[in-house]
């Protein structure tokens, strides 16, 4: 097992990133942003540049958290527009030495009904995406977000069906603030821990976040209050217990999404050291979890 996280929470550049990742004495970030882009989609020479600074600092990027095929992408949009965002991240993955990376299954199509949601040019879409990255030695793992296969754990497993060997990045707080699409009840919500037990056999890596339900809104998400973790209702405690009873042997990575307050005046701290300190000590609350759990944080890091 080993401990990692979306650094990008901490700093927006990747100098903040890696200081955030060393001084909770971690060897790895989840890449999603840096600078405001996406490291697959971010220009070749200010890629170049992150490379040399994360060999300098001996900081790893054991996945990217990519944009593939994302909630913000359309199954009625070309299929080259992914195919071109794969074909980028491969050489870049190979580059940092990565081996994972995030996928998604498409937004949902809000104007048309849950069982019209085009879903076998999802599993077509996707059975290639696999076959490319599994074919360049690395591994999608497909997140349960506001897509196809995070309408429900039923919608889950039946991409797994269609796309064989496909395997999974559990988010714990996904669930809670999400609709139960195959419960066929209005406003009902999905249970993290439900979820996670139909699904936790393909699960290859994890998200940790945690979080409250406020409200249904009009957008793409619901309006949520995140919490430190284990503090919410994504059961964070519940699923870690049985990944360690179960021998779970890989990444989990911190997501905290905790809404940075601006206190300079009254703390004397900056935004940015806001940001950091905040993303240091949702690492160290969840190596507290861990240690609860049995599991030496030390051999995690």
């Known amino acids: 097992m080993y ?46 540049a992150v490379a040399g600074k994360l060999d300098a600092a001996g900081v790893g990027i054991n996945c990217f958290g ?8 359309k199954i009625t949009d070309p299929f080259e527009i992914t195919l071109a965002e794969v074909r980028r991240a491969i050489p870049r993955m190979a580059r940092l030495g990565t081996k ?30 696999k076959k490319m990255f599994d074919g360049a030695g690395i591994t999608p793992v497909h997140e349960n977000c506001m897509n196809y296969g995070g309408m429900g754990w039923k919608y889950t497993l039946e991409l797994i069906e269609n796309v064989p060997g496909l395997k999974l990045v559990f988010d714990t707080a996904n669930p809670p603030c999400t609709l139960d699409y195959a419960s066929g009840v209005p406003e009902k ?7 996670y037990e139909h699904v936790r056999q393909h699960v290859a890596y994890v998200h940790i976040k945690d979080c409250r339900f406020l409200e249904f809104t ?20 519940r699923i870690v217990r049985d990944l360690v009873a179960r021998g779970y042997d890989g990444g989990i990575s911190m997501e905290p999404h905790l809404s940075v307050v601006f206190h300079e005046e009254a703390g004397g701290q900056t935004e940015a050291d806001v940001r950091l300190r905040t993303y240091v000590q949702y690492g160290k609350r969840f190596e507290k979890i861990l240690a609860d759990c049995g599991v030496d944080p030390a051999k995690a890091r």
């Open 3 to 48: 401990l990692t996280g979306f650094a990008d929470e901490a700093a927006p550049d990747i100098d903040g990133q890696i200081l955030a990742t060393r001084e909770l004495g971690w060897r790895n970030i989840e890449s999603r942003n840096i600078d405001g882009k996406n490291i697959h989609n971010m220009p070749d020479d200010d890629f170049d």
């Open 100 to 129: 994972m990376i995030r996928i998604m299954s498409y937004g949902i199509l809000r104007d048309r009904p849950a069982g019209d949601q085009m879903a076998a040019e999802r599993f077509r879409r996707l059975r290639e995406i």
């Open 218 to 237: 009009t957008g793409i998400f619901n309006k949520a209050e995140f919490t430190w973790p284990g503090e919410g209702d994504g059961d964070v405690v």
């Open 189 to 195: 919500l999905q249970s993290t821990w439900e979820f």
């Open 66 to 73: 990519s944009e593939i095929a994302n909630w913000g992408k």
